[in-house]
Structures are given as C-alpha cells and as structure tokens.
C-alpha cells in the first residue's frame, strides 16, 4: 500500500519549541513606544502580557522548553498527521510530490490551540483571572476560549462585526466553551464608541477588535491581552507543526523543495516553515518558504516597510513591518482571517533580507483550488488555507513546465467546515476577485505618520 498518512506517537511529540531569533542574520529592530517613538523595553509590555510570554518575546534563546502541563494538552489533538496528497497530484497530473501538514484536527479546527493553550497557561500561572481579545473569522477566538476554559480564566472576545453577523456557529462555539463576544466595533469602549461615531455602520476590521480588546486589558488590574499572531512568541509557538512535519517527512524519506502557507500575520507560516529554515541559516539548504497573501490585502507583496502599530486607533508598540497602514480595511473576501494589515517583524525582517518568499492570489483561484482538494483530498479547507493550496498547484505547474520534480509541502492550517456560507457563494459564481488599486495602497500609506525605516 502507498505511504498516504504519515503519523508520529504522542512521545513524538517536539518537547522544545524553535526560536529562530537566535539564528537571523539581522534581528528585527526594537519596537518603539506608541507616544514617545523612543525603543521599549520588555517592561513596556506587562501591563498587557504575562512576564514570561514577555520574555519569549525577547529572547534570543534557539529553544525554549515546552512546559509538561502545555505538552501533555498539546496531546488531546497532536502529534498531527501529514498526508502524501496522492489524489490532488494525480487529478493535476504533476510529476512534483505534494504533502500536507493538517492543523484542522485541533478542537477549534485549526492551528491557533497552538500557541492559545501556551498562552492561557503561562497566564494562568502568573494569576491572570480575565483575557481580552479579538478575532476575525473566529478561529482565535473559539482557540483561545477553549484554552482559557481550560485553566480557569475568563476569556473576553471583540468579534469583527461582519464575522459576528456571518459566522453565527463560531460564536456559539466560543460561548460553549465559557466565553463572552461582542460584535466590534461595540460600545463598550472609547476606541468602539469613537469609530461608531465616524461611522455607526462599521463592518469592523481587526485593527479596530484589537485595539477595543488591548483597551480592555489596559484599563483592567486583572485583565491581560492575547494575540493569536503577528508577535515573536507566537510564531515560536507555532513551531511545533514544522518540527514535527520534519520528524514526519524523515519518515516518509524525503525532504521539501517549496514549503508553502497562507499568510494573514505570519504565524502558521512560521510555523510551518522555520524549523525548515533553521537548515537554510545554519547548513546550507536551500529550502524556498512562500508565503501566500489574498489579492486584497498585500501587505508582503505590496506594502511598505517601516514602523507602524498593530491596531486602527494605535494604542499598541509601533513594530518595524510591511504594512498598508494601520487605516487600510482590506476588502470582505471569504478568508477573513487574511485580512490584516501588517506583518509581525521577524517575518518583515526575513523578507526583507530576501530569506522568504511572498505572493498573492486572487480568492476565485483559491476557491477553484479548495474545492479540487476536497474532491480529490476530502477535506473542506478554510478559506484561509485554500490559498496555501492554489500556490501549491501553482508551483507544481511551475515545476512540470521545467520537466522537473519537486518535493512540495504545503500547511492546511484549518478545516471549512464553518466556512460553507463561502463555499456556498462560490458554488453559486457569485465571489468576485479584488485586486486593490495602487491609489488605495498609497492613500493608506500617505496616512502613517510613524518613523520610516
Ligand atoms: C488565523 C488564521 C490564519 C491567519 O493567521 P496566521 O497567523 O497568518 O497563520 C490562517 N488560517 C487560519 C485557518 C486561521 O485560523
């Protein structure tokens, strides 16, 4: 029988996680205070984090140690599976091998449990009661209520308002598992109220969640923040899916060529594809990571680097970043979860030094591509994941025109089973692509009054 499903034990599972800040050539610029501009120190941050995510945060160390307690949660869904997608490679008649990493087997469907259950716990610890945060597409939000669950913590989530009306089963989700959700922008407080009265239609934007959800944390003693991408910590977290990939294609006996995700702030495409990169720095692979954003929010491909904040009204540290602006509202297209303006800054840094890759596709390519694989592969992909999938074909295409073979691995980072109001509108040709126009992109842009670099 063919190797279609390659599996790890529980004692598998990586007891360390990778932090590639001990291995870049450069280390990203230090972030800078929201008012003063002048660098902060780690001390800036413990009004909104635990101090040891805080110390992960800075640290150069090449691996930190994953806590027993977060390992032994980790086993309620890891060590996850890795698939030769033997279907997908027959129906595009490629001579390129193609696996997949699928995070979609976490209880809330995706690779965010990854870095929520860390987080919860080392707050927990620390004597945190309450957890404020926002979501897009829900996928963090249900992750984090979960882990909050978990450990006793109260978990409080601003839902961007046009998810909150689209997506009611995420919410429900979260509710199960103990949590509070708001509609964003709401009225609970100052950075809600003062978008509402711009414009009290607001469909919200993540920016806008994330700084109702930070406001929320600074204002309360016992309330910290959580952000489920975008910060160093969080893509080390997420380490733990490349790791193990790497355990799994030694395995199978191989080794990738491409490695590929989809890019909303980084942390699935670290994930996937630092410990891979790990070779690249330190022994001489040359392993391509591609990096794949939606036409409508291009912050890698089409943005600026320089400094700028994490939320809309700029409450958060200024992060040297590829950017649109802070103001930028990406379009509504189906994978809300890619609809972020920035980029956290090691994955800004690498891409700047010319260590990663960055592309863009329209969603009509993704769906066409999400929709193959689950004829062909089974499972109904997030819209999130379904561009990680168009690039894949796109790079097997590439390598078949070259009459060559490539070792293609690519991360399903979720699953679409709440997303099939999406697949719905695609299976009735009414998605449309969104390509956003370069006077759009340097409005935004002209905006920023934040350093250049
Ligand atoms: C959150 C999310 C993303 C985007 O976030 P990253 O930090 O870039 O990984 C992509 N896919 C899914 C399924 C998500 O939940």
Redesign the pocket.
């Known amino acids: 029988m063919k190797q279609r499903k390659i599996t790890l034990t529980e004692s598998e599972i990586p007891t360390h996680w990778y932090n590639i800040m001990a291995d870049m050539p450069n280390k990203p610029l230090p972030p800078l205070h929201p008012a003063t501009q002048q660098p902060i120190g780690p001390e800036a941050l413990a009004p909104l984090f635990p101090m040891e995510l805080i110390k992960q945060e800075v640290s150069t160390d090449q691996w930190v140690e994953i806590p027993d307690e977060v390992r032994n949660l980790y086993s309620i869904w890891r060590p996850t599976p890795m698939f030769r997608a033997y279907e997908l490679e027959k129906a595009i008649g490629t001579k390129s091998k193609i696996y997949y990493k699928y995070?979609?087997v976490s209880p809330?469907?995706?690779?965010?449990p990854n870095t929520a259950i860390p987080q919860a716990y080392y707050n927990a610890k620390e004597g945190v009661k309450k957890i404020s945060t926002e979501t897009?597409?829900g996928?963090?939000g249900s992750?984090l209520s979960f882990a909050c669950n978990l450990f006793g913590i109260e978990c409080e989530v601003f839902m961007v308002k046009v998810s909150y009306e689209g997506k009611p089963y995420r919410k429900v989700m979260m509710n199960t598992w103990g949590a509070k959700v708001h509609a964003s922008p709401s009225q609970l407080t100052q950075a809600g109220r003062s978008i509402l009265e711009k414009d009290p239609n607001s469909p919200g934007s993540l920016g806008i969640a994330i700084s109702e959800a930070v406001e929320v944390a600074a204002t309360n003693e016992d309330t910290k923040y959580a952000l489920?991408?975008?910060l160093n910590h969080?893509?080390m977290h997420?380490t733990i899916i490349g790791l193990e990939a790497k355990k799994q294609l030694e395995k199978a006996g191989d080794y990738p060529d491409i490695i590929v995700?989809?890019?909303?702030?980084?942390?699935?495409?670290?994930?996937i594809s630092f410990p891979f990169l790990q070779d690249n720095l330190l022994h001489g692979k040359k392993v391509r990571a591609i990096?794949v954003e939606p036409t409508s929010c291009p912050k890698l491909t089409r943005g600026v680097f320089r400094y700028d904040f994490g939320d809309t009204v700029g409450m958060t540290p200024l992060l040297p970043m590829y950017t649109l602006g802070h103001n930028f509202i990406p379009s509504p297209i189906h994978?809300g979860?890619?609809r972020?303006h920035g980029a956290g800054a090691i994955i800004s840094q690498l891409l700047r030094d010319g260590l990663i890759e960055a592309t863009s596709i329209n969603q009509i390519e993704c769906f066409e591509a999400g929709v193959l694989f689950s004829r062909t592969e089974g499972i109904i992909p997030?819209p999130?994941?379904n561009h990680g999938i168009a690039e894949a074909i796109r790079q097997a295409k590439i390598a078949d025109e070259e009459g060559v073979s490539k070792t293609i691995l690519f991360n399903l980072?979720?699953h679409g089973n709440f997303d099939l109001a999406s697949y719905e509108q695609f299976l009735a040709g009414n998605l449309v692509d969104f390509e956003v126009s370069q006077a759009d992109i340097e409005k935004s842009i002209a905006e920023l009054t934040t350093p250049t670099i």
């Open positions: 995070e979609g809330a469907g995706s690779h965010k897009g597409a996928q963090w992750s489920g991408s975008v969080v893509l997420q995700a989809p890019f909303g702030g980084g942390s699935n495409f670290a994930g990096a994978a979860g890619l972020y997030a999130e994941a980072c979720g």
